[in-house]
Each structure stands twice: as C-alpha cells, then as structure tokens.
C-alpha cells in the first residue's frame, strides 16, 4: 500500500511560482500514476493534471493553459507539481492521489491513495 505526502505549500503573491512535493512510501512508487488535485474553499475537489510513471505521459486540465506542470524523481520516490503566474484564484488546499493502474485520468474516483493536502494561498 502506497502512504502519500504533499508538501511545499505556502503563501506566493500573485505571478509568482511555487513546486509541490509528493513522496510516496511503503510501496515501489514507479508503477503508478500520479495525479493531483485542489479544492478551494466552498467548492468541490477538481483534477489539475497526471502523470504516468509507466511510460511518462502527462494530462493536464486545459483551464490551467499549461502554467502547471509535473515531474518525478523516481529515486527519491516524488513526484512534483510546479505551478507558474498564480492567480488569487489558485488559492487551495492541494491534495496528490496515485492509482496502480495506467490510466490517465482527472477523475478522483479512478485514485484510491490520497495525501493529506497542503494549502496553497496566492495574495494580490
């Protein structure tokens, strides 16, 4: 079973950058994919973008108009998330999920690993 652990959250003015981390433990991480998500205060949990540590490929939401991207370091078993020109309206908790399959998808019914989250708030 694969135990997940978001970090890197924070307070970033808005434009600014900031790289969430993912680390994966209990289970060889690089058959799996990673997806990651948010949810803003008073609205529902959303997909943001995967990859696949089967073969590499990546999704992402096309609302997010490739200011995310993702990438993992298989020999520290993480998986990251850098989120560029944030907007007040990134503000969220962020939250990655892995799923033992390869499946590309945003849905969070297709992960059963979830992490704990971890806030992103972005000032104007």
């Known amino acids: 079973e694969v135990q997940l652990q978001a970090s890197g959250g924070g307070l970033v003015q808005a434009g600014g950058s900031l790289r969430l981390s993912c680390t994966a433990s209990g289970s060889t991480f690089d058959q799996h994919v990673v997806g990651w998500f948010r949810q803003a205060p008073g609205k529902e949990r959303v997909g943001l973008g995967c990859?696949?540590?089967?073969?590499?490929?990546?999704y992402f939401a096309p609302s997010l108009k490739g200011r995310f991207t993702v990438s993992a370091d298989n020999d520290r078993n993480t998986v990251f998330l850098q989120m560029n020109s944030l907007t007040p309206e990134d503000t969220a908790v962020y939250y990655c999920?892995?799923?033992?399959?390869?499946?590309?998808?945003?849905?969070?019914?297709?992960?059963?690993?979830w992490g704990q989250g971890t806030q992103v708030t972005v000032s104007s």
């Open positions: 990859l696949s540590l089967y073969d590499g490929s990546t």
């Open positions: 999920a892995a799923v033992g399959l390869p499946v590309i998808s945003l849905k969070e019914r297709t992960y059963n690993y």
